[in-house]
């Protein structure tokens, strides 16, 4: 019998033998081109194939690497990958796995934008890009509902969704502002009213037994995964060169002000407040993509949400979509490089974007083994998540906007778009399909609008 069915067989009776570094290469690579679903979709793979069929690690384990990883900004789904290839094979491991779970990503994404930017005026392409439009807004809304069904417990917390919404919508407060006093809400909070702040961080505990794994509950922790200071300060300070060396590159041969200067610091900055999920972060990149720096309008950043959908890797990697249109828009390389300019500029935001969850991996893993859950760790987590939550409404009712008055209020209503938008919201919550199918249905429904001219 298959392990997850929890009941013990002969097999599963014993460890699996040692997994090679290559046998596990070929996992990450394969793992990067089906992650699909979203942090909680990859998740999902992640435990099915690791815990389940492959059983190189106890759920146990497994769920105490996802805890610490949900503590941390960044993509969790991507940390938790690093995390378990880092415990397996030591830091190569670690580098492997994070890397081939966003470099299938980055080279799709850098096709797709290519094919965007340069033929997105084409009819048919219009036309697909018209019904994933109200899709995405429908997406970002089953987001806000479901983080906000797990995170809104008390009328506290309620409280401070809505005080974060009004805080972005109404005083247009910038994102991390709303990040740090949520944290630090959190923080009072759990000291002195910790019953409105238990719970957060979590995924519950380990409910089945699918079997001895290779890392297992018991396992005792490998060498290279005692925390010692030594390595604690190594692993910063090369960290702090990976990050700087780049950075100054850029700044003294190109200049401060330059496009991927810019990107490089602009994204820097928002690596370290992917609290909650790429959708956490969203409105900051629109404010500093759009708003401040211009790399692209409102219209093509709603397109680079329904691209990053419909791509295998984290969503935050929708940022390699908006260094791609800038450094193209901008021709930094001159007009006929174009291509080379969004492709570097791509290249640039996924490193600077992705570089931190490496470092809070190598840095702070050690400390897990001994490390447990505690309220003056998750309530911060628990109140951010929160704010979160009114955050992502706000993206909501911006992406809305746009798809439904796509001229101002004082332009016509694209009723087209909005029943496309209520039959997603439907199949989302009511049929409960998952994103792919729904945005591939709302493309072909925006083609057959738009080759029908009602749009």
């Known amino acids: 019998m298959h392990p997850s069915s929890g009941k013990t067989t002969t097999d599963s009776l014993y460890a699996p033998s040692d997994v090679s570094f290559w046998e596990a290469f070929l996992f990450w690579l394969k793992l990067g081109f089906i992650s699909f679903g979203g942090p909680a979709g990859q998740i999902a793979i992640m435990h099915q194939e690791l815990v389940e069929r492959r059983r190189w690690i106890s759920e146990k384990r497994f769920l105490h690497a996802l805890n610490y990883c949900m503590l941390l900004p960044g993509p969790e789904a991507q940390q938790l990958a690093t995390y378990i290839g880092w415990l397996m094979h030591r830091t190569w491991g670690g ?31 219009a036309g697909l890009f018209y019904g994933i439009k109200p899709a995405v807004t429908a997406i970002v809304v ?27 919508f109404a005083l247009n407060i910038p994102f991390p502002y709303i990040v740090v006093a949520a944290a630090l809400i959190g923080y009072v909070g759990g000291r002195f009213a910790p019953v409105y702040f238990e719970g957060g961080g979590g995924h519950g505990k380990a409910q089945q037994d699918f079997g001895a794994a290779l890392i297992d509950d018991h396992t005792a922790t490998p060498a290279h995964a005692l925390f010692r200071w030594s390595r604690l300060t190594y692993v910063i300070l090369a960290g702090l060169l990976l990050w700087a060396v ?106 600077f974007t992705f570089l931190p969850s490496f470092i809070f991996i190598f840095a702070g893993a050690p400390f897990i083994e001994t490390t447990h859950n505690k309220i003056k760790f998750t309530a911060p987590l628990l109140a951010i ?8 409404l706000n993206l909501a009712l911006f992406f809305g ?44 429904i925006g083609l057959i609008v738009s080759l029908i001219g009602l749009n």
């Open 246 to 351: 780049p950075l100054l590159l850029l700044w003294g041969m190109l200049g401060w002000t330059h496009t991927f200067t810019q990107m490089a610091w602009f994204f820097t900055k928002a690596a370290l407040l992917t609290f909650g999920g790429a959708y956490a972060v969203l409105p900051y990149v629109y404010q500093g993509a759009v708003d401040h720096y211009g790399w692209l309008t409102p219209t093509q950043m709603i397109d680079g949400l329904a691209l990053g959908e419909t791509t295998p890797g984290p969503l935050i990697m929708v940022v390699a979509f908006v260094g791609f249109v800038g450094g193209y828009v901008n021709a930094v390389f001159g007009p006929d490089m174009v291509f080379l300019a969004g492709a570097v500029a791509a290249t640039i935001v996924t490193w």
């Open 401 to 444: 906007y746009h798809v439904l008055w796509p001229e101002g209020f004082d332009g016509a209503f694209e009723w087209p778009s909005a029943l496309i938008a209520l039959g997603a919201g439907i199949a989302l919550f009511r049929y409960k399909l998952g994103v792919i199918r729904v945005i591939i249905a709302c493309a072909l």
């Open 142 to 168: 089953q987001a806000a509902h479901r983080i906000g069904a797990r995170a809104l417990k008390n009328n506290i917390l309620w409280a401070i969704a809505a005080a974060a919404f009004v805080a972005i």
């Open 385 to 392: 998540t929160a704010a979160v939550v009114g955050v992502i």
């Open 95 to 125: 580098i492997v796995a994070g890397v081939l779970f966003v470099l299938p990503s980055l080279f799709i994404l850098i096709a797709l934008s290519w094919i965007y930017i340069a033929y997105g005026d084409v009819s048919w392409v």
